[in-house]
T-cell receptor, first 116, second 115 residues
């Protein structure tokens, strides 16, 4: 049973436009959410994160929105650039009281293709 | 330069052999993790360790073993009991306290092929 779902396996966006990647989760205990960018045969690169006490976090061209009531988060990339073409993974964790996280639960990823 | 190293990049083994994957970090992170990725899938947690000499099973620990004798090192052994060992293995580390506590940073991965 998937606790983190990325329902779009791929997304094609024109260069310069906004890319919106979506992610849904089912476990209400998750309190920290992250987005990673990944190229084939490489480790994921951390992009941006958001705590459950916030509904928005922005870092340059990347903004993550969290809607706790809908158990939904999204990553906005604007403007989209050719170098943004990659697989994007949504991940969630529970920050435990003793410090740290027990591990990330990942979605299956969305392949973003930026077209010139 | 701080980071996470995994070696080797590619590893080939015969079925029935145990194999150990290396993971070293110099980020001074307390917590370390092992994940595997299969084609078309997200990453799945195998084992994790919050402090030296302590580790916990993740979602798919069967057929794997780990040790955490040093803060910098978290080797993963894929045993012959693992039914489908061929996969891309990723190691990660993170802080346990302070800002960025939930952010995990990944190594470059090891592609293990068992035939």
């Amino acid at each position: 049973d998937q606790q983190v779902k990325q329902n779009s396996p791929s997304l094609s966006v024109q260069e310069g436009r906004i890319s919106i990647l979506n992610c849904d989760y089912t476990n209400s205990m998750f309190d920290y959410f992250l987005w990673y960018k990944k190229y084939p045969a490489e480790g994921p690169t951390f992009l941006i994160s958001i705590s459950s006490i916030k509904d928005k976090n922005e870092d340059g061209r990347f903004t993550v929105f969290l809607n706790k009531s809908a158990k939904h988060l999204s990553l906005h990339i604007v403007p989209s650039q050719p170098g943004d073409s990659a697989v994007y993974f949504c991940a969630a964790s529970i920050i435990n009281s003793g410090g740290g996280a027990d591990g990330l639960t990942f979605g299956k990823g969305t392949h973003l293709i930026i077209q010139p | 330069d701080g980071g996470i190293t995994q070696s080797p990049k590619y590893l080939f083994r015969k079925e029935g052999q145990n194999v150990t994957l290396s993971c070293e970090q110099n980020l001074n992170h307390d917590a370390m993790y092992w994940y595997r990725q299969d084609p078309g899938q997200g990453l799945r947690l195998i084992y994790y360790s919050q402090i030296v000499n302590d580790f916990q099973k993740g979602d798919i620990a069967e057929g794997y073993s780990v040790s955490r004798e040093k803060k910098e090192s978290f080797p993963l052994t894929v045993t012959s009991a693992q039914k489908n060992p061929t996969a891309f293995y990723l190691c990660a580390s993170s802080l346990r306290k302070g800002q960025g506590i939930g952010e995990q940073y990944f190594g470059p991965g090891t592609r293990l092929t068992v035939t």
